[in-house]
């Protein structure tokens, strides 16, 4: 014998005006869902294309920066490399290396660049930087007069693999009563790291030229250290402050780069609130629907109420249908944001097809389009939405929990 299953009756009654028999209804409900969809997705679009700014920023800049920054109090480190060993021995970190590093004039063909020269002891070169693995033609190579420059400033100034420039020190305007003679260097390899700031703005030498463009007879300008972890940035940068002592000065990668964090963040933020007031806008069409149907079924609400039912229950049945659309908008806008994010690529190809320029890595940037989800972003955004659906759902339901049977079966 085969047992039925008994719905609760709020919830029997909230799928029964689900399925009504006018298709004014059904199409009202339907825009509802769209509009709580299209909301939904928006949402998980744009929040995760600005996590996946974030992350993809973060990536690129430890691509290419230190995770620690030792920096002297007096300016010029004397002994850089008494100072490498001592941060050798701190637990944790992997690499060292002294570095000097100044804004240069690079000419090459008739064109001319302002890049950053960042010289570095060849031998630890490897320990503080990841480039090599980023390294598009040629080889990583610092010794002698060598230099490893950016995909994008090699474009600029027509270098490749072999080619010899020339850069001029700034020490020419700064001491005017001295002449420095140009460095020649070899374009020894070509990186791309795929973020305009590095592939156009740097070029990497041996230290003992880094201190001949900088003007120092010895020394460096800092020591770059690298961890096992950079995210546990804090813990190592106090170990290296401890064992470095109190003239010297520890920066971690996030205190060099706070503000581009910063302003990631609090604009990720600022996105966010903007493109709630559109999902709350599209949540509000679940009350309109809501009300239309509690107008009518005017008389079936007033029979109900005669027939003795409670107002919790009718009000119960109300909030229940908002519930479901709201969970169906949910589910299909999460899906298709998801979907949206998956073929991205595809789609930008697509556009640029049509000369429609979506993501030009000169204005921001990157090469692509980045993006990231979390299961705690998407959960966040479907419980933002379910709370204001049940706000929106409570003013009508209240309204037809409160009907008078007498005056609903009159106006009937």
């Keep these: 014998m085969r047992q039925e299953i008994m719905l609760p009756f709020p919830l029997f009654l909230a799928l029964k005006y689900l399925r009504p ?6 199409v009202v409900t339907a825009i509802s869902v769209l509009g709580v969809l299209l909301g939904v997705a928006i949402l998980v679009i744009v929040l995760s294309v600005m996590t996946g700014f974030d992350n993809m920023w973060r990536q ?6 230190p995770h620690l920054t030792v920096t002297g109090s007096a300016g010029v480190l004397d002994d850089p490399e008494a100072l490498c060993r ?5 637990p944790g970190v992997t690499g060292t290396a002294p570095v000097a590093a100044t804004r240069v004039l690079v000419q090459h063909a008739g064109h001319t660049d302002a890049p ?16 090599p693995a980023y390294i598009q033609a040629g080889r990583f190579d610092l010794e002698g007069e060598r230099a490893v420059i950016g995909v994008d400033l090699a474009r600029r100034l027509r270098l490749d693999v072999g080619s010899r420039f020339l850069v001029y020190s700034p020490m020419n305007v700064i001491r005017a009563d001295e002449l420095y003679l140009p460095e020649e260097l070899e374009v020894a390899g070509i990186f791309d790291l795929g973020m305009r700031d590095f592939d156009s703005g740097f070029l990497l030498t041996s230290l003992q030229v880094g ?7 010895a020394g460096a300008h800092a020591v770059y250290v690298m961890t096992e972890n950079p995210f546990r940035f804090g813990e190592f940068a106090a170990r290296v402050r401890n ?10 990668w996030q205190e060099v780069d706070r503000v581009l964090f910063s302003a990631l963040s609090h604009e990720k933020t600022m996105m ?7 999902t709350i806008v599209a949540i509000f069409c679940v009350t309109n629907t809501l009300i239309v149907i509690a107008v009518q079924k005017t008389h079936e609400i007033g029979v109900l109420k005669a027939l003795g039912f409670p107002s919790w229950k009718i009000m119960a049945a109300f909030i229940c249908h908002g519930w479901i659309q709201c969970l169906v908008g949910i589910a299909a806008g999460l899906g298709a944001g998801l979907l949206v994010l998956h073929n991205l690529k595809g789609i930008v190809k697509a556009l640029t097809a049509f000369s429609v320029e979506v993501f030009p890595k000169e204005i921001y940037g990157l090469d692509e389009i980045p993006w990231s989800t979390s299961p705690v972003e998407l959960a966040q955004i479907a419980l933002f939405v379910m709370v204001f659906c049940t706000v929106s759902s409570v003013l009508p339901a209240y309204r037809a929990a409160r009907m008078d049977p007498v005056e609903a079966l009159r106006r009937e």
């Design 211 to 217: 201190r001949d463009l900088a003007g120092l007879e």
């Design 86 to 90: 001592v941060i050798d021995a701190v």
């Design 116 to 131: 950053m020269a960042v010289g570095v002891d060849p031998e630890r070169a490897a320990g503080v930087s990841r480039i």
């Design 272 to 278: 966010f609130i903007l493109l709630v007031f559109i």
């Design 21 to 26: 028999k006018r298709s004014f209804i059904s």
């Design 60 to 65: 690129k800049i430890l691509s290419f920066k």
């Design 243 to 252: 064992a470095a002592g109190p003239h010297y000065t520890v920066r971690t």
